[in-house]
């Protein structure tokens, strides 16, 4: 599996100037205060909004690639399931070539074992998400994007969420990016933390050492 490498450069909806890297395996978790550039960035590493600069995964640009050719798997914050199928077809549908043994492999891994043919309003909240997540790698992704995953969920299901995470982090091999705001799932599952403020990085290095010293009362704020 390949890492990533990116420098991107954009000046709406919101101004980036940003270089990234994160290596095969790694979560990044990415904080920063509301308007600061998270999504934004996200989406732009998924093709999503058009960004100047390159984006490298392994050997491969994908710069020039639109979103549909782009191995991304990409976790939003509203899961966005389709409301009139079941967990097992959520999957199915996002999978290049459709396969119900695959997609029932990766709903097991979420521990959704039986569950398979229930809509999305006959689960819980966070049977949701893990639906949401196993779609996010139906695809095969080189690179996971989680933006918000835990927001909606209680805390015991946030707890239960990242140990399924972390549980399938030596399988995924995979550059991750998690955008959150709370420092106790970051700690859980990341292995560095990036300080977004105004559309740039202003700090970044393991969670321990920014936590420990914070480069400006922003840093502190968001990291306490």
Not at 113 to 126: I, K, T, V
Not at 169 to 177: G, S
């Amino acid at each position: 599996m390949s890492g990533l490498e990116a420098r991107l450069r954009l000046d709406r909806p919101i101004r980036l100037d940003v270089e990234l890297a994160v290596a095969p395996g790694e979560i990044l978790a990415l904080v920063g205060r509301s308007g600061a550039g998270k999504s934004t960035l996200l989406k732009a590493l998924a093709g999503l909004i058009p960004a100047e600069g390159p984006i490298h995964v392994g050997s491969q640009d994908w710069s020039q690639l639109p979103a549909h050719r782009r191995a991304t798997g990409f976790l939003f914050q509203s899961y966005a399931l389709f409301p009139h199928r079941s967990a097992l077809q959520n999957l199915m549908m996002a999978m290049p070539a459709p396969d119900a043994a695959r997609a029932r492999a990766l709903l097991a891994a979420v521990h959704l074992d039986g569950l398979e043919s229930r809509r999305p309003h006959q689960l819980s909240g966070g049977q949701q998400q893990r639906v949401a997540l196993a779609r996010a790698l139906a695809r095969g992704p080189k690179l996971l994007l989680l933006d918000e995953p835990f927001s909606a969920t209680d805390r015991p299901t946030r707890r239960a969420l990242a140990a399924t995470i972390h549980e399938l982090r030596a399988e995924l091999a995979m550059p991750t990016i998690l955008v959150s705001h709370d420092i106790e799932d970051i700690a859980t599952l990341a292995d560095r933390i990036a300080v977004l403020d105004s559309g740039r990085i202003v700090q970044q290095g393991p969670i321990a050492d920014v936590i420990a010293n914070p480069a400006s009362d922003l840093v502190r704020a968001l990291v306490a």
